[in-house]
């Protein structure tokens, strides 16, 4: 891994050197990573997934690290699983592979997932962007799960977590027609959190992931929790997993600092636990 001290000021994350499918740095308390394969648009291939699930597993681990900013380039966060690597298998292949843990393993992480989206992101580029919590888009974006297009659907989660951000009509439509949704869209019907141009659409990410890194990691990691908690749930028992949440917090040195803080007019100085 590199490290390196990134400013919030830069348009794209700075050279790294890493040549691997995914190259990572740490800037302060953000570990960020940015998907490599560019000549294929950043198609999610097993090898690349597993090296990403594992290093979220350890920067969720790591205390340094608050958050986690995934990034692709300006040209595409993800077009997509990589379908070369899928087209001849059988269907047995794919269910021996289980894949899908690798998925699993990203979708566990405690710690907020903040995505950098410019370009496209597509079928399993579209459901890896959905793992994320706060997604930063340019205004160049588009999005769509285009499986349809390829005799297949959505496998990593797109019709139940696309379903759950942008209703019935639009995930049908965007799931059986393969049709893309422009960033505006995806704004507007609730799959991203901010658009901005696309000269800022990274630095803007870096910058909501610092303002994270800020807080208390702790109240961070359980107000994550208590969100996915609104999408497995009926909503008295979500309003119950809160409370206990929120009380569990009240175990924190962090709740007594912010709330002195706030108290004798002062800036908390957090120490996640
Ligand atoms: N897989 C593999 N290679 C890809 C992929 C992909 N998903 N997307 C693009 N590429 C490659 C192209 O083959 C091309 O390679 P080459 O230069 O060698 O010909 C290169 O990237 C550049 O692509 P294009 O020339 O096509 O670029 P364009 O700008 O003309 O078009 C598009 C960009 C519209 C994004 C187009 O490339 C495209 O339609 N890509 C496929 C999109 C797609 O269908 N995605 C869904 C894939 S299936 C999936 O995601 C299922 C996920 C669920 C399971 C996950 C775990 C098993």
Redesign the pocket.
């Known amino acids: 891994m590199t490290t390196g001290t990134t400013s919030a000021t830069t348009t794209e994350p700075k050279p790294m050197t890493d040549a691997s499918l995914i190259l990572t740095e740490t800037d302060g308390a953000v570990g960020i990573i940015r998907l490599n394969r560019p000549?294929?648009?950043n198609?999610?291939n097993?090898e690349l997934?597993s090296m990403l699930a594992a290093q979220c597993e350890a920067w969720d681990k790591d205390p340094a690290i608050h958050v986690i900013l995934i990034a692709g380039s300006e040209r595409?966060w993800a077009?997509?699983?990589?379908?070369?690597?899928?087209a001849e298998r059988s269907a047995i292949e794919?269910y021996e592979?289980d894949?899908?843990a690798t998925?699993e393993r990203i979708k566990r992480v405690k710690k907020p997932l903040v995505a950098a989206v410019s370009g496209?992101a597509?079928?399993?580029?579209c459901?890896l962007m959905m793992h994320c919590d706060i997604v930063i888009a340019s205004e160049t974006a588009q999005f769509g799960?285009?499986?349809i297009?390829?005799g297949?659907m959505?496998?990593?989660g797109?019709t139940q977590r696309l379903s759950r951000a942008v209703g019935k009509a639009i995930a049908m439509d965007v799931i059986l027609s393969g049709r893309f949704l422009s960033a505006d869209e995806a704004y507007r019907f609730g799959l991203v959190s901010r658009v901005v141009p696309t000269e800022h659409y990274y630095s803007e990410a870096l910058k909501v992931a610092h303002a994270l890194a800020k807080k208390s990691s702790i109240a961070l990691r359980l107000a994550k929790e208590g969100v996915l908690k609104a999408f497995e749930t009926t909503l008295s028992e979500g309003l119950e997993y809160e409370r206990k949440l929120f009380y569990m917090l009240f175990a924190t040195e962090d709740q007594k600092e912010g709330m002195r803080a706030f108290v004798e007019k002062r800036r908390p100085d957090f120490k996640g636990r």
């Open positions: 000549k294929v648009l198609a999610l097993p997934m595409a077009a997509g699983a990589d379908i070369g690597d899928m794919m592979r894949q899908f998925w496209w597509l079928g399993g580029g459901e799960q285009p499986e297009n390829i297949v959505p496998g990593a797109g």
